[in-house]
């Protein structure tokens, strides 16, 4: 028998219940995420700062390469650290909150562009860690996701988190002395790519109703329709539960949502 909170097939929205279920896990998911990161600073800052230099970025050093999983956890000092923090969760937190799977995915993208930007193209003997490239990625990604997706909501929280951290992309660009605007246009670029790979395909209930369905009634063999013998439209069929009788205006209100994308 399925869970209550059992994942929702393909191709049908998240009831609330899953919703705050998978909001309750990106938070816990962000929360482990960031004490990973302060616990790494703080053997960092016990050896003075020399895991920092060992396993950073070095532009065009192909033994460096495998760190470009490392950096994003490694910070020069603790105020690096403190000014990375707090972005890190909130826009963290709004890329996870409809999929932790999807989310994680996305992590690994990100860290792939930021830091290839910066193996690639920084010049000098520098060493680059921190986790503003992924930052920025989040940033983009919650940015353009519900544009990409048709979710009412997300380009709402888009809308609002673009304004409100529109100066973020002022470290993005070259001059900006002790930061690596590569790292920040390299996540921002894999963040604006990740909203497009990492779309909603699923076909949203208003595609069925246009093309006939009825989106009361399951699939049933040899794709009919599924609905029971003597089932007029507008009524729910015959559960254990009782007999059928007319749609309720919460599952009204529920197809009227879904169609707002929300």
Known sequence: MASPHAPAPTGTPLDPAQMIAEARKAFFVMFGFLCLVWATQLVNWL???????????????????????????????????????????????????????????????????SGM?????????????????????????????????????????????????????????????????????????????????????????AAALSAGGDPLSLPGPGGGSGRKPGKKPGQIAAGPAGPAGPASPRADLLKELDDLGL
Do not use: C
């Open 47 to 113: 050896l003075d700062g020399r895991m920092a230099v060992m396993h950073g970025i070095r532009p065009h050093d192909a033994d460096t390469l495998g760190y470009l999983l490392t950096a994003p956890f490694l910070h020069l000092n603790w105020q690096h650290l403190e000014g990375n923090s707090g972005p890190l969760f909130v826009f963290g937190f709004l890329a996870a909150y409809r999929g932790v799977r999807k989310f994680l995915g996305l992590t690994v993208l990100l860290v792939v562009t």
């Open 117 to 205: 930007a910066v193996w690639l193209f920084q010049s000098g003997d520098t060493v680059t860690v921190g986790a503003s490239g992924v930052v920025f990625g989040y940033f983009g990604y919650v940015v353009l996701r519900g544009l990409f997706d048709r979710n009412l909501i997300d380009s709402l929280i888009g809308l609002v988190m673009g304004a409100s951290f529109a100066y973020l992309l002022s470290t993005a660009v070259p001059g900006t002395p002790g930061v690596s605007w590569l790292a920040h246009i390299g996540g921002l670029v894999g963040g604006l790519l990740g909203a497009w790979i990492f779309r909603d395909r699923s076909p949203k209930q």
